[in-house]
């Protein structure tokens, strides 16, 4: 039987091990970095989706983290939920809508129409980084 070069295995256990493309686990700070980098890319996504939607222009929003990102997932599935409200009063009119948290080409989604998409599948499962990139970019530079 032939004996394998233990400095050969390594390197391959290292290439597949890369291949996974899973995020390294995150300390609590780089966490918490990733969760506002998620909310703020959010927000920048549902601003750019409010001025886009005339119905919306006197609207708040409140933007949420990823609930996806965990230490062992810090890029989370790259969606973040957004609240686009009014008040007036004691009457309150609010939508959800569901943000990119990487790229604001895809932006925002109605929940009501999120849910019809096939990414919706990925809501709640921590995606890849090859699909989602840790660290988050940026958005809006």
């Known amino acids: 039987m032939k004996k394998l070069n233990p400095i050969a295995l390594a390197a391959s256990v290292f290439m597949l091990a890369a291949c996974g493309q899973k995020a390294p686990e995150a300390k609590f700070d780089t966490l918490e970095d990733a969760r506002a980098q998620s909310?703020?890319?959010?927000?920048?996504?549902?601003?750019?989706?409010?001025?886009?939607?005339?119905?919306?222009?006197?609207?708040?929003?409140?933007?949420?983290?990823?609930?996806?990102?965990?230490?062992?997932c810090p890029q989370g599935d790259g969606w973040a939920s957004v609240s686009i409200m009014k008040v007036e009063g004691k009457e309150i009119e609010k939508y959800i809508a569901m943000c990119s948290t990487v790229s604001p080409s895809i932006g925002c989604y109605l929940e009501k129409d999120f849910v019809k998409l096939p990414v919706a599948q990925e809501e709640g499962k921590c995606q890849p980084t090859a699909k989602v990139p840790f660290p988050l970019p940026k958005l809006g530079k």
Request: hydrophobic share 25%; aromatic share 8%; proline share 9%.
């Open 39 to 72: 909310r703020a890319n959010a927000e920048y996504n549902a601003k750019l989706y409010r001025a886009e939607n005339p119905r919306f222009t006197d609207h708040k929003i409140v933007s949420h983290s990823d609930p996806t990102q965990t230490p062992d």
